[in-house]
């Protein structure tokens, strides 16, 4: 019998001894990003991403008149709706929506999204957010939140700025913590802590962080950094989207302007 | 009847966008600094942080004298005095009814703002605003033109015409209100027989050809128009129409009675009305009619 | 920067779930070679050589080598060797290797690391112009060898991208998968197999010897000795029906045809037995066994059954039916028959390299030898050297690589020589490989960390501590120890406690090695990994190193040294007033051993600060151990020997079974209080991740033998809580036999658990008792020098009293869980190596000698009774004859006409030693007295004997001239 010696610490095996992830990124790459704005044409505003293989779509209706009960006399009401398909993971889930998941992660995406928002503008009014994750590979609610503020833009909703949602988790190599950007479901259930970070980049403020499990506070900061770095990143992406969807659609409609 | 359904692969669907010459303007996004803050005044769709002026939503940037506006490529409707508009009724109130007008409150009808029959001039009863759900009621849609705004955005409306009131026999369209053109008349009676009511907020009413005009007027009561018996060729010709539009909407250009004309024209060489849903001809007819008005325009 | 290509892997497992994953594909990812002019390497990325020396006779022209699997799997040992240089390992090979073999993989991966072996690793897998999907209906490891072949063909073409022809070196292909070779040749890959490359290797004597013995396919029934086995998937489908268990092969120590597999769901172990039942077990492999029907279960063999084979016999098995056939049960309801079964096949091999003997073949000039390893449980290994004549007399290593079915004894190759037999190092060696225990000389990564040898504490880090250099502190430890790490001081405080008692202030003070050894740099690993310092007579293998354990972190008489405190005010009763702990500096006034402070105790003219300090405390820990005992701590024994080492020689010249002073007790007490006190801190700030020590109460079942030898001398001993058996152990006393109670208590020690470490989180609070010191809670706190755990303790002190900051891995309950298990591995690894190191330094006193002494009988057994000499602190069996002796089961005695032999009962009996087999030596227990006619020995006899082995003793001290002078003792 012998033993070696090596504590498996969470995350161990992560990273190869080339540095590279088991998917074949290095540490501070995104995953693939593609998006798409405008997909329905019945919500005032939606959009398609693929962060990998987690697959979200996103409708917003609104603003439109509140209902009394919600209304506020000085802010909209935003109201966000998450859930999963039911083919979306491994296992095929019982039921889409429903679940303390699914009500948890509707409460955080509501949260996240008030604080991009230019709510003041809209009093009485309300603004509806569903989200339909169509396969989830690791980061659903990033990718989530990231369609939402596309839909948003897609729906001409007042924003701060872009609100960009990133992962990162830890991993070792040599010894060294090495921070992981945007974390596949492998990496996520491969134990260690996956910090959720929902950031507006450009400002420069923080609008949700999220911890799926105790990290230790020395590492706080390197994780953060990478995920702040991946927002950053993944706002470009999504600026590029937006132009895009913008050089497309704009063709016939800009002679409104000259009135 | 069965129906076809396709179900196309993400891959294969068409590019709905129709190639114009013309340049692209300068898009800002949300967050972007447009301007410095020095001399000019804060518009819809910016917002004033650090000494800058930032976009808020993404589009273009309209500059009116001092006045910096970005205006994004959709929203809601946002009413203007004067504006057509076509709605449906919520809910009945007192005094007044709630109508929704694609904006982002529910506008306001209020009693004193609807011809009654009788004259115009006549004083509101009690009796009227118990009657107010026999003249219009819950789902109802009706056309009317934008009074006044109040201070929260929310619009006042007006059926005091002859023009404007319930709709009763025909199909309502949604469309983004962006691509409604604003134009004097909202009013159009088609060449093909059509009437078509383009609301300024994105609702579209496309009715049969009024056979017996202002039969209302004359009536005491104001009740349903009757339901009348349109004949198949109208409902045909209306189909097409709507999917005209529908085309046209496709490919993100504007809506008057012009290109709505011109796609009409276009689509005929298509014999079936249920061809026009296919993309490919929605494409060729919104590309076609693109090309006329280019015509025009050069002309 | 990457391709956005999205392959999607599907995998199936359990219940069929569809599994996408992505797979990149990269263009930035290097060949490593310095031939390379295509890909943007930086300077020190270049791993490969630009014109690498070719060493094969086969292939004159330069070339890099890229490995198979297989030949991985199989040559790592050649590998090792420093001989084969510029190759290739593919992340492909890589990654199979990791799934087939961590140990291998391990193994790999420090070669890769080694700069100067310029193994190059290359990320294939992720590279775009190597991955290749795996075709419809492909084998995953046919896909494999094409992707080997498809980065072999690559390496090939990317070399000669601008490159003059003739001048980059080219690719060659090692594989010993005859098909793979068989395709890449058809694709014009150049391939040999390891084999043919290997022996035509030149300049490297020995590389042959560590090349890997080629396996024949299962399958392959030519000459077959054993049954074949199953394949995995049909080991996987019968232990899913129920047909076939899974279980761990344990082969009897005493009977080579015999073994045992403890499975689920089985009270019994599965009995094992013959060639064919075994079927290639190796002790140790996970194995799979088919239960026979109850009607051909056995009982097991009690007899010792050696392979005596002294040449290699050739493939052949013995007369199995010869050897079984006391086995077929005679009875029903007899009560040891066991379940029986048989290996069907094998899961995982557990294999490791073992040490032992050549045994020569007895062809002169022959290359294929026996090896006999040391480890009984282990069956003779086949090797093939040329240096047989060189290595027949020395200890040496070999490594298991196969075990074909034509094969009477399974394959292996030489790994390397440890020394010659009977060279006490070579001994020790042995015994800490044979043990896992780490003893390399420290790195240089890890000296790097020490401070410089003439480090002084620096004035800013006396200031942040309290300073006690004033106080009057002292250690007491054994003779001739240098890693002191813990001294003691006491005082009485100025007036009384309410109670109008004595207030006296007691400290205990810590070497502070956890300054020194700073969280996750290589001194730690490397302590971690060792986690104790083993001591073997002679000689001490360091978890930290010397200038650490001897010096710096010692805590020396009149040297300043930096310190964690214990102090505790205590009323004279011993009741704990207050605690406070927190680093210090301390100097003390003087290192004493046991016997020293012992006299200056009793030596009523001195009256010094020292003396008084020792007295207080003294006093203290006699009260202190009352109350413990009043608690129901066991006091228990077990002999230890200590043994006088010839200076010169370093060999055992007197053995004597250690003293036990008051002053050993007074340090003890104390030691006890601090690791208590730091265990309650502890536990109350770190609910989830304390390291804290418990220790079971040993199940009654235990007892079971112990209680019935002791009714037979007329105690009726209560074992239901440990305060009730202290209490009978404290009565159990027979006047005129002092030793007797002792005896019990020694006996009684082999029914307890052991203690183990483990981390708080893990277990719920009731199970932190520890049953021996009868607390609550406990922990190790105050010998960081040489155990792990008190370093952990000691960090996790400090970040609760704020004087050092926690760190993550300090925190993590699972990081905590994995260092108590290697902490409970290698300290029970220590302790086997240090009993090895006493049975062997006593065959080595016992060489030279023959004694007679008075023994005491442990344990009566159904062929011997095992006696335990007191003088000596040694034990063993004294074997009995069946045709003179009749054993009685129930009462657990042997009887001779009419003398009994029970236990307890006290004997005479000689000792000396058999060196008749090399191995195993042992010493050989004969009665003297009660005389039995034609068994026993007569005391004439022995003094002859005495006399022959003086002679011999002569001769050999002529024979071996003294050698080992090159160690000089630290102690």
């Known amino acids: 019998m012998s033993s070696d010696f090596n504590v498996k610490r969470p995350g161990l095996e992560l990273l190869s001894s080339q540095g590279l992830r088991l998917d074949g990124r290095r540490p501070n790459e995104l995953r693939r990003i593609q998006c798409k704005l405008g997909v329905f044409t019945q919500p005032d505003g939606s959009a398609y991403i693929e962060q990998g293989n987690t697959k979200v779509l996103a409708a917003v209706y609104g603003p439109h008149q509140a209902a009394k009960s919600k209304s506020l006399q000085d802010s909209v009401v935003i109201n966000c709706q998450y859930s999963m ?28 999204i008030t604080t991009a928002i230019k709510k003041e503008l809209y009093p009485r009014s309300q603004i509806d957010v569903y989200l339909e994750v169509l396969q989830a590979d690791g980061g659903a609610y990033s990718a989530s939140v990231n369609a939402a503020t596309l839909a948003l833009i897609d729906a001409g909703i007042p924003m701060k700025a872009y609100l960009c949602s990133c992962t990162a988790s830890i991993a070792w190599k040599d010894g060294k913590p090495e921070p992981l950007v945007d974390v596949s479901h492998v990496e996520e259930s491969a134990g260690g802590s996956v910090l959720t970070v929902s950031s507006l980049p450009s400002i420069n403020s923080v609008a949700w962080v999220d911890m799926s499990q105790r990290l230790h506070a020395d590492y706080l900061s390197v994780v953060m950094k990478r995920a702040m770095q991946g927002c950053r990143d993944i706002e470009v992406i999504l600026d590029k989207a937006v132009r895009e969807h913008l050089g497309e659609s704009w063709t016939m409609s800009d002679d409104a302007v000259a009135i | 009847m069965t129906s076809h359904v396709k179900i196309r692969l993400a891959s294969e669907r068409v590019n709905h966008s129709v190639p114009t010459n013309r340049e692209l303007p300068r898009f800002y996004t949300p967050g972007e600094v447009v301007t410095g803050m020095e001399d000019f005044m804060r518009g819809h769709g910016t917002y004033a942080s650090d000494d800058c002026l930032k976009a808020s939503v993404a589009g273009v940037m309209q500059k009116v004298n001092k006045l910096i506006c970005v205006r994004p490529l959709k929203n809601r409707y946002v009413g203007e005095i004067g504006d057509v508009v076509v709605g449906r009724v919520l809910e009945v109130q007192q005094r007044r009814w709630k109508v929704e007008t694609n904006s982002r409150l529910d506008s306001v009808l209020q009693l004193s703002s609807v011809n009654l029959p009788g004259g115009e001039l006549r004083r509101r009863s009690a009796e009227d605003e118990q009657m107010m759900r026999k003249h219009l009621q819950e789902g109802d849609l009706i056309s009317a033109e934008v009074q006044s705004v109040f201070s929260d955005g929310s619009l006042s409306l007006h059926t005091r015409s002859l023009k404007y009131g319930k709709l009763s026999q025909g199909i309502l369209m949604k469309v983004f209100p ?31 050809p009024e056979q017996n005009n202002l039969v209302e007027e004359e009536k005491d009561e104001i009740v349903n128009v009757e339901v009348q018996c349109i004949s198949r060729s109208d409902r045909e010709t209306m189909a097409r129409v709507r999917n005209c539009i529908a085309a046209l909407v496709a490919s993100k250009m504007l809506l008057d009675d012009t290109s709505i004309m011109f796609a009409y024209e276009e689509s005929l060489k298509y014999d079936n009305v249920k061809e026009l849903l296919d993309p490919e001809a929605m494409l060729d007819v919104a590309f076609l009619t693109q090309h006329r008005i280019n015509n025009v325009l050069e002309e | 920067m990457w391709t956005t290509k999205t392959f999607l892997t599907k995998t199936k497992r ?62 790592i040992d050649v590998l090792e060797e420093d001989a084969l240089s510029n190759v290739i390992i593919l992340q492909t ?88 070779r068989k395709i890449a040749q058809e694709e014009g890959i150049v391939c040999c197999s390891i084999k043919d490359y290997v022996e035509n290797v030149t300049g490297f004597i020995g590389l042959l010897d560590k090349l890997s013995k080629n396996v024949a396919p299962e399958a392959c029934s030519k000459d077959a000795l054993y049954p074949a086995h199953l394949t995995p998937a049909q080991i996987h489908e019968g232990i899913r029906g129920g047909k076939l268990h899974q279980g761990t092969f344990r082969a009897s120590r005493d009977n080579f045809l015999e073994g045992t597999a403890v499975i689920n769901g089985f009270e019994k172990p599965i009995l094992l037995q013959g060639h064919s039942g075994i079927n290639r077990a190796v002790d140790g492999d996970s194995i799979a066994v088919e239960i026979f029907p109850e009607e051909e279960w056995r009982r097991p063999m009690d007899i010792v059954l050696e392979d005596k084979a002294d040449d290699d016999p050739g493939d052949q098995l013995e007369e199995e039916a010869v050897l079984l056939k006391n086995t077929k049960p005679v009875e029903k309801g007899d009560d040891e028959i066991t379940p029986t079964g048989r290996v069907v096949g094998i899961i995982r091999r557990k294999w490791r390299q073992y040490c032992g003997i050549l045994m020569k073949s007895k062809f002169p000039g022959a290359t294929r030898h026996l090896f006999v390893p040391a480890e009984k449980r282990i069956p003779r290994v086949r090797i093939e050297t040329r240096q047989s004549d060189v290595l027949a007399s020395q200890r040496i290593l070999v490594a298991l690589d196969s075990w074909p079915r034509n094969s009477r004894y399974p394959l292996g190759h030489f790994v390397r020589a440890l020394g010659k037999i009977g060279d006490k190092n070579a001994e020790n060696e ?17 000296l790097a960390c020490l401070p410089p040898n003439d480090w002084t504490i620096p004035e800013e880090e006396i200031k942040k501590r309290v300073d006690l250099r004033s106080e009057c502190i002292c250690s007491v430890d054994p003779p001739g120890c240098t890693d002191i790490d813990d001294a003691l001081h006491a005082k009485a405080l100025p007036g009384n406690t309410e109670d109008g008692l004595k207030r006296y202030e007691v400290g205990v003070h810590i070497a502070d090695v956890t300054h020194f050894v700073r969280p996750n740099t290589a001194l730690d690993k490397e302590a971690a990994n060792r986690s104790t310092t083993v001591y073997l007579v002679g000689r001490r293998i360091d978890m930290v190193p010397d200038l650490l354990s001897s010096n710096l972190c010692s805590l020396r008489g009149g040297e300043e040294r930096l310190a964690f405190s214990c102090v505790w005010e205590v009323d004279e009763n011993a009741n704990i007033l207050h605690t ?74 007197e053995v004597q079974a250690k003293k036990i002073l008051d002053t050993n007790s007074m340090v003890e007490e104390f030691m006890l209080l601090a690791n208590i006190s730091v265990a309650q801190r502890l536990a109350a700030e770190f609910p989830q991740c304390a390291l804290l020590r418990r220790h079971p109460a040993p199940p009654p079942a235990n007892f079971h033998t112990f209680l019935k030898a002791a009714k037979q001398q007329g105690f009726d001993l209560d074992v239901s809580t440990n305060k009730a058996f202290s209490k009978s152990l404290d009565a159990a006393v027979i006047p005129g036999r002092p030793f007797f109670n002792t005896l019990l208590r020694i006996m009684a020690t082999r029914c307890m658990q052991q203690a183990q470490y483990f981390s708080s989180g893990s277990k719920t609070v009731e199970e932190y008792y520890h049953y021996g010191l009868a607390c609550p809670i406990y922990t190790h706190f105050t010998s960081p020098i040489r155990r792990y755990a008190d370093v952990i303790v000691h960090r996790l002190l400090a970040a609760s009293i704020g004087c050092d900051v926690t760190h993550a891995t300090l925190l993590d309950t699972k990081v905590a869980n994995s260092v108590c298990d290697n902490l409970n591995y290698r300290h029970r690894q220590a302790q086997y190596a240090g009993r090895a190191s006493v049975t062997m330094n006593t065959h080595i006193l016992f060489n030279k000698r023959v004694e007679v002494e008075l023994a005491s009988v442990l344990a009566v057994k159904r062929n011997a009774v095992h006696v335990l000499i007191p003088k000596y602190g040694l034990e063993g069996p004294l074997y009995l004859p069946s045709d003179k002796f009749t054993y009685n089961e129930e009462e657990h005695i042997q009887t001779c006409g009419d003398i009994v032999l029970k236990t307890f009962d006290e004997l005479t009996v000689r000792l000396s030693l058999d060196s008749s087999n090399l191995q195993h030596r042992k010493l050989v227990f004969e009665l003297v007295k009660p005389h039995i006619p034609g068994f026993s020995v007569d005391i004439m006899e022995v003094e002859d004997s005495k006399a022959e082995t003086e002679k011999d003793q002569k001769k050999r001290k002529e024979e071996t001239p003294a050698k080992s002078s090159k160690k000089s003792k630290k102690k």
């Open chain 1, 85 to 112: 398909a039911t083919f979306s993971t491994g296992e095929r889930k019982k039921r889409p929506r429903g679940g303390r998941k699914s009500e948890a992660i509707s409460m955080q995406l509501t949260q996240a």
């Open chain 2, 178 to 208: 962006s691509l409604i053109k604003r134009r004097k008349n909202h009013f159009h009676n088609l060449p093909c027989g059509i009437s078509v009511i383009i609301g300024n907020n994105g609702y579209i009413w496309i009715s049969p």
């Open chain 3, 14 to 75: 359990g219940n069929i779930i569809k599994i996408v994953r992505e797979h990149y594909l990269r263009d930035d990812l290097l060949c490593g070679s310095a031939a390379c002019n295509t890909c943007p390497h930086k300077d020190d990325e270049f791993v490969l050589d630009g014109k690498p020396e070719s060493i094969c006779s086969l292939y004159s022209y330069p070339h890099y080598l890229i490995l198979d699997t297989n030949v991985v799997l199989h040559q």
């Open chain 3, 93 to 180: 090979v890589l990654e199979e290797v990791k799934h087939q073999n961590t140990a291998i993989y391990q193994r790999l991966l420090e070669i890769i690391a080694n700069k100067k072996r310029k193994f190059y690793s290359f990320v294939n897998e992720h590279h775009k112009d190597t991955y290749i999907e795996r075709n419809p209906g492909e084998k995953q490891n046919d896909r494999n060898d094409r992707a080997i072949r498809k980065a072999a063909a690559w390496y090939e073409t990317h070399l000669s991208i601008n490159s003059v022809v003739g001048q980059f070196p080219k690719i060659v292909l090692l594989t010993d998968d005859e098909n793979n």
């Open chain 3, 430 to 446: 042995v015994i800490l490989l044979e043990h896992d225990v780490p003893h390399a000389r420290f790195s240089e990564a890890v």
């Open chain 3, 580 to 653: 406070k702990f927190h680093k210090s500096v301390i100097k003390s006034a003087a290192a004493m051993t046991y016997e020293e402070a012992q006299i200056a105790i009793d030596d009523k003219s001195r009256n010094d600060a020292i003396v008084s300090s020792l007295r207080i405390l003294n006093a203290l820990a006699k009260k202190l151990n009352r109350k413990r005992l009043d608690n129901g701590a066991l006091s228990l024994s077990s002999p230890e020997i200590r043994f006088q080492i010839d200076s010169e020689t370093h060999d055992p010249v």
